[in-house]
């Protein structure tokens, strides 16, 4: 404060100053270190866009006031991610609407690191920034298709563009790609892997529509800014799934696996490909703004050069010991006829497959068993069930080389069940080989009251996005709001932000889901919440929510543990920030019928973005994104 007083010719506190409470710095405020009130307190998020701290209401009536510094780019734990665009608007404009209404807006500063893939994200902060007013958070697509009417120039393409602009930034969110490895997404349930690559494809063709749409003097920016973060984001992706089902295809003897380990080693060249045509745009203009390293993560740090993921293959010349077809099914890594360490507890000598039932209420209304080769010898193959209700996508085929495979749907005609049975229909599968096996798929036909209305079990699930709420009850004004766009699925929400606002555990805004099971764990049932991976932003007040069933007792429940001592994170803190979800669980008293879930809030800042209740035991197989919603009736 002498030197500045000295160097400007002028009171210290007439001199704007900021001390940055940034990790270990933050731990010696923490411990009692303070400033005087003309300097700026500014509060840091965690590196991963979670504000670690907002001001009380003491630090509030500072005259230095108080502000924010924020990451789009960070280098650390749990991981570097530098290489594209991995943001979400909805929780940029949420942690800064916080922010706003805490009074830490003196000065925002965000770390950009490379400034090349992240334009949108700076464009909206600082937008933001200088007018708080500008945009809600239900109006953030407005902004998009402003954006790219500004920069592209065509009315009449910039919703489409404003549209990739969002769901490539939402895909990304859910795992930045540095992150992103052969297993993430399951290859097994709930279709979850095929999902996501559906969703890729679908934004690829998109763009590239976009692309031939467009006019040549744009083609240059919209390529730059749109089109190489969708392709790279989507070779990245597809890279690391085929990865997956390369290993998994090898376990099972099909020949498919090294049809996986082709297109591994061609998207991978084609990530190099698309790199060097950014490269080359304008003549260079924009050399080396893609060539961050991003495969192949050993450790927190970059790759310092980039890695394919591994990849096996299988011996094309040999035929696998039970014969040439291989049988797979959905929601198993077990293969039929022969041994496979996936098709029961032994290993050897398993029953033939089982799907997993059909009801009225499941997600989905198929199975799938797929049909395919185990070696190079040629084969066809008839399907046959053996009664009449389970109907066939397809009853006969050909395996013509070593590269295909044959997926067959099994639904179930509901009208030909009785209400309340549970039938079971058996396919016998025949190959020309001489080989057969049976597929075994139970329907079962639960019904609920006529004047129900709720979700319903399914498969000893209930999957609930939290928006899809039955009843909302808001408490002195404050009530739980949508979030769009938020989070890894559909949205998530979020008590109105009011400042300081705190409740008893069951006194605050109320969220009412009503659902109908058909199971219970002894009378019991668990109910996991995905919440955002919010710090704990007000001192003595940890972030928490609270929920009960039916009229039992709710629970308090603390997401996010305290922060460690001298500033440090939580220890749990990696795993939350690297899925970018939290998951808490709970038991609650509850017998199959109908009933209640209750999902109070506690304090403002708590975000959810869905709720999976399990009936039975082991219901919940392994996904990223958690089990599909269930039905609502």
Same mark, same amino acid.
């Given at each position: 404060?002498?030197?500045?007083?000295?160097?400007?010719?002028?009171?210290?506190?007439?001199?704007?100053?900021?001390?940055?409470?940034?990790?270990?710095?933050?731990?010696?405020?923490?411990?009692?270190?303070?400033?005087?009130?003309? &300097?700026?307190?500014?509060?840091?998020? %965690?590196?991963?866009?979670?504000?670690?701290?907002?001001?009380?209401?003491?630090?509030?009536?500072? @005259?230095?006031?108080?502000?924010?510094?924020?990451?789009?780019?960070?280098?650390?734990?749990?991981?570097?991610?530098?290489?594209? !665009?991995?943001?979400?608007?909805?929780?940029?404009?949420?942690?800064?609407?916080?922010?706003?209404?805490?009074?830490?807006?003196?000065?925002?500063?965000?770390?950009?690191?490379?400034?090349?893939?992240?334009?949108?994200?700076?464009?909206?902060?600082?937008?933001?920034?200088?007018?708080?007013?500008?945009?809600?958070?239900?109006?953030?697509?407005?902004?998009?298709?402003?954006?790219?009417?500004?920069?592209?120039?065509?009315?009449?393409?910039?919703?489409?563009?404003?549209?990739?602009?969002?769901?490539?930034?939402?895909? !990304?969110?859910?795992?930045?790609?540095?992150?992103?490895?052969?297993?993430?997404?399951?290859?097994?349930?709930?279709?979850?892997? $095929?999902?996501?690559?559906?969703?890729?494809?679908?934004?690829?063709?998109?763009?590239?529509?976009?692309?031939?749409?467009?006019? @040549?003097?744009?083609?240059?920016?919209?390529?730059?800014?749109?089109?190489?973060?969708?392709?790279?984001?989507?070779?990245?992706?597809?890279?690391?799934?085929?990865?997956?089902?390369?290993?998994?295809?090898?376990?099972?003897?099909?020949?498919?696996?090294?049809?996986?380990?082709?297109?591994?080693?061609?998207?991978?060249?084609?990530?190099?490909?698309?790199?060097?045509?950014?490269?080359?745009?304008? !003549?260079?203009? /924009?050399?080396?703004?893609?060539?961050?390293?991003?495969?192949?993560?050993?450790? /927190?740090?970059?790759?310092?050069?980039?890695?394919?993921?591994?990849?096996?293959?299988?011996?094309?010349?040999?035929?696998?010991?039970?014969?040439?077809?291989?049988?797979?099914?959905?929601?198993?890594?077990?293969?039929?006829?022969?041994?496979?360490? !996936?098709?029961?507890?032994?290993?050897?000598?398993?029953?033939?497959?089982?799907?997993?039932?059909?009801?009225?209420?499941?997600?989905?209304?198929?199975?799938?068993?797929?049909?395919?080769?185990?070696?190079?010898?040629?084969?066809?193959?008839?399907? +046959?069930?053996?009664?009449?209700?389970?109907?066939?996508?397809?009853?006969?085929?050909?395996?013509?080389?070593?590269?295909?495979?044959?997926? &067959?749907?099994?639904?179930?005609?509901?009208?030909?069940?009785?209400?309340?049975?549970?039938?079971?229909?058996?396919?016998?599968?025949?190959?020309?080989?001489?080989?057969?096996?049976?597929?075994?798929?139970?329907?079962?036909?639960?019904?609920?009251? @006529?004047?129900?209305?709720?979700?319903?079990?399914?498969?000893?699930?209930? @999957?609930?996005?939290? $928006?899809?709420?039955?009843?909302?009850?808001?408490?002195?004004?404050?009530? /739980?709001?949508?979030?769009?766009?938020?989070?890894?699925?559909?949205?998530?929400?979020?008590?109105?932000?009011?400042? %300081?606002?705190?409740?008893?555990?069951?006194?605050?805004?109320?969220?009412?889901?009503?659902?109908?099971?058909?199971?219970?764990?002894?009378?019991?049932?668990?109910?996991?919440?995905?919440?955002?991976?919010?710090?704990?932003?007000?001192?003595?007040?940890?972030?928490?929510?609270?929920?009960? &069933? %039916?009229?039992?007792?709710?629970?308090?429940?603390?997401?996010?543990?305290?922060?460690?001592?001298?500033?440090?994170?939580?220890?749990?803190?990696?795993?939350?920030?690297?899925? $970018?979800?939290?998951?808490?669980?709970?038991?609650?008293? +509850?017998?199959?019928?109908?009933?209640?879930?209750?999902?109070?809030?506690?304090?403002?800042?708590?975000?959810?973005?869905?709720?999976?209740?399990?009936?039975?035991?082991? +219901?919940?197989?392994?996904?990223?994104?958690?089990?599909?919603?269930?039905?609502?009736?």
């Amino acid at each position: 404060r002498e030197i500045i007083t000295s160097v400007f010719n002028k009171n210290a506190s007439e001199v704007p100053q900021v001390w940055c409470l940034y990790k270990e710095v933050q731990g010696y405020y923490e411990r009692g270190m303070r400033v005087p009130d003309d &300097v700026t307190l500014l509060w840091t998020d %965690d590196n991963w866009g979670n504000i670690r701290r907002l001001p009380t209401a003491e630090e509030r009536s500072r @005259s230095g006031g108080s502000g924010v510094y924020y990451h789009f780019d960070y280098v650390g734990d749990p991981r570097d991610y530098k290489w594209g !665009n991995s943001h979400s608007l909805s929780k940029f404009h949420h942690q800064l609407e916080l922010a706003k209404n805490y009074g830490a807006d003196r000065i925002w500063i965000v770390n950009v690191g490379d400034l090349k893939p992240h334009e949108i994200s700076i464009d909206f902060f600082m937008t933001y920034a200088w007018n708080t007013t500008l945009w809600t958070k239900n109006d953030l697509d407005k902004y998009r298709k402003q954006w790219a009417l500004r920069e592209f120039g065509s009315d009449s393409l910039a919703s489409g563009i404003a549209d990739i602009v969002k769901r490539y930034s939402l895909l !990304n969110i859910r795992a930045k790609p540095e992150l992103i490895n052969s297993t993430m997404y399951s290859l097994t349930s709930y279709r979850e892997a $095929e999902g996501v690559m559906k969703e890729w494809d679908t934004l690829v063709a998109q763009s590239t529509e976009v692309t031939k749409k467009l006019s @040549s003097d744009y083609y240059a920016a919209y390529f730059q800014l749109v089109h190489w973060p969708v392709i790279a984001g989507r070779t990245t992706q597809a890279m690391y799934i085929d990865a997956g089902y390369n290993q998994l295809y090898a376990s099972q003897a099909r020949s498919q696996t090294n049809v996986k380990a082709d297109s591994v080693e061609k998207l991978f060249e084609y990530d190099a490909d698309i790199r060097d045509q950014y490269h080359a745009l304008l !003549n260079g203009k /924009w050399n080396h703004m893609a060539s961050q390293t991003h495969l192949g993560y050993y450790y /927190w740090q970059q790759p310092m050069l980039d890695t394919m993921p591994s990849i096996t293959r299988v011996q094309k010349r040999q035929v696998a010991l039970p014969g040439p077809m291989r049988l797979t099914i959905e929601d198993s890594k077990g293969a039929w006829p022969g041994d496979n360490s !996936n098709q029961c507890a032994q290993g050897y000598n398993c029953p033939p497959p089982t799907v997993m039932p059909l009801t009225p209420f499941s997600p989905s209304q198929s199975r799938y068993f797929e049909v395919s080769a185990g070696g190079p010898q040629a084969f066809s193959w008839t399907a +046959a069930a053996n009664v009449g209700w389970l109907r066939l996508s397809q009853t006969s085929g050909n395996i013509q080389d070593a590269s295909s495979g044959q997926r &067959v749907s099994m639904s179930v005609d509901w009208s030909a069940v009785a209400a309340g049975s549970a039938p079971t229909g058996v396919v016998t599968l025949k190959a020309s080989s001489g080989q057969s096996t049976t597929v075994t798929l139970v329907a079962n036909r639960t019904t609920v009251p @006529s004047d129900y209305h709720g979700f319903v079990e399914s498969e000893g699930l209930v @999957s609930i996005q939290t $928006e899809h709420y039955s009843r909302s009850t808001a408490v002195g004004g404050v009530s /739980w709001e949508v979030l769009p766009d938020y989070g890894r699925n559909l949205s998530a929400v979020s008590p109105a932000i009011q400042v %300081d606002s705190r409740w008893q555990a069951g006194a605050g805004p109320l969220l009412e889901y009503d659902f109908y099971s058909f199971n219970s764990k002894g009378g019991n049932i668990t109910v996991t919440v995905y919440s955002a991976p919010t710090m704990n932003t007000y001192p003595g007040h940890p972030i928490t929510y609270a929920i009960a &069933v %039916d009229g039992g007792a709710p629970i308090t429940v603390q997401p996010m543990p305290a922060d460690a001592t001298n500033g440090n994170l939580p220890a749990a803190w990696k795993g939350f920030v690297a899925e $970018e979800i939290v998951r808490t669980v709970t038991t609650h008293a +509850a017998n199959p019928g109908k009933h209640t879930l209750k999902l109070y809030a506690t304090e403002v800042g708590f975000v959810t973005e869905k709720i999976v209740i399990e009936t039975a035991a082991g +219901a919940t197989q392994y996904s990223y994104l958690g089990p599909w919603e269930s039905v609502i009736v």
